[in-house]
T-cell receptor, first 106, second 112 residues
Framework: QKEVEQNSGPLSVPEGAIASLNCTYS??????FFWYRQYSGKSPELIMS????GDKEDGRFTAQLNKASQYVSLLIRDSQPSDSATYLC??????FGSGTKLNVKP | EAGVAQSPRYKIIEKRQSVAFWCNPI?????LYWYQQILGQGPKLLIQ????????DSQLPKDRFSAERLKGVDSTLKIQPAKLEDSAVYLC??????????FGPGTRLTVT
C-alpha cells in the first residue's frame, strides 16, 4: 500500500467550475499536510499547508483535512485555464503522492 | 528573497560515469532535501539534512549515491557510477521550521 494515494486523472473541469482533488494517506499519526502545484516541465510549487482537522481557505483554494478518515482534499473555486497542472499531495516531510493532473477547459 | 538555486539544469552522461549536482537553499533555511522525480511520478525523498546533519537517508541508494552539506548551507549530490534507471529530475528543496518546502528548478539527468 502506497503511503499517499491520489487519482492520477486527468480531471477535466470547465472554466469557472469547482475542481475537487482528493488524497488519502496510510500513516494514522501524520501531522502535516501540503498541496503543491507542478506545471509541466517545472518544479513543484507550494500552494497550501494544513495541520488541523477542518477547512483552510486561501483565495480560491480551500484545503480540507479529516484525520479520522485519513483524507485530505483541495478545492479550487472559479477554476481558470492557468490552473491546469499536476497537483501533488504531500504528507509529513517527504511523502508525496503521484499527483492528479487537472485540465481546465476554456 | 532569492529562491533555491540548482546547477546544472541539464546533464547527459553515459552509464557508469559519475555526476554531481549542486544546491544552494533559501537563506536561513536550516533543512535541505534532495528528491528524485521520475516522469509521471511524485518526488521521492533521497535525503534530508538539518543544518549539516543527516535526518533521513533511508531511500538513498548508498552504494552509488552520496550527499553532503558542508557548513550547513550548500549541498552536493553525487552519483557514481550512474545507471540507466537514474535518469530523472533531481530536485533540491529547503524549508524553515514549518516544513513548507520550496523547490529549486531541478536538474534533468539523462543517462545513456
Amino acid at each position: 500500500q502506497k503511503e499517499v494515494e491520489q487519482n492520477s486523472g486527468p480531471l477535466s473541469v470547465p472554466e469557472g467550475a469547482i475542481a475537487s482533488l482528493n488524497c488519502t494517506y496510510s500513516d494514522r499519526v501524520s501531522q502535516s499536510f501540503f498541496w503543491y502545484r507542478q506545471y509541466s516541465g517545472k518544479s513543484p510549487e507550494l500552494i497550501m499547508s494544513i495541520y488541523s482537522n477542518g477547512d483552510k481557505e486561501d483565495g480560491r483554494f480551500t484545503a480540507q483535512l479529516n484525520k479520522a478518515s485519513q483524507y485530505v482534499s483541495l478545492l479550487i473555486r472559479d477554476s481558470q485555464p492557468s490552473d491546469s497542472a499536476t497537483y501533488l499531495c504531500a504528507v509529513n516531510i517527504g511523502s508525496f503522492g503521484s499527483g492528479t493532473k487537472l485540465n481546465v477547459k476554456p | 528573497e532569492a529562491g533555491v538555486a540548482q546547477s546544472p539544469r541539464y546533464k547527459i552522461i553515459e552509464k557508469r560515469q559519475s555526476v554531481a549536482f549542486w544546491c544552494n537553499p533559501i537563506s536561513g533555511h536550516a533543512t535541505l532535501y534532495w528528491y528524485q522525480q521520475i516522469l509521471g511520478q511524485g518526488p521521492k525523498l533521497l535525503i534530508q539534512f538539518q543544518n549539516n546533519g543527516v535526518v533521513d537517508d533511508s531511500q538513498l541508494p548508498k552504494d552509488r549515491f552520496s550527499a553532503e552539506r558542508l557548513k550547513g548551507v550548500d549541498s552536493t549530490l553525487k552519483i557514481q557510477p550512474a545507471k540507466l534507471e537514474d535518469s530523472a529530475v533531481y530536485l533540491c528543496a529547503s524549508s524553515s521550521l514549518s516544513y513548507e518546502q520550496y523547490f529549486g528548478p531541478g536538474t534533468r539527468l539523462t543517462v545513456t
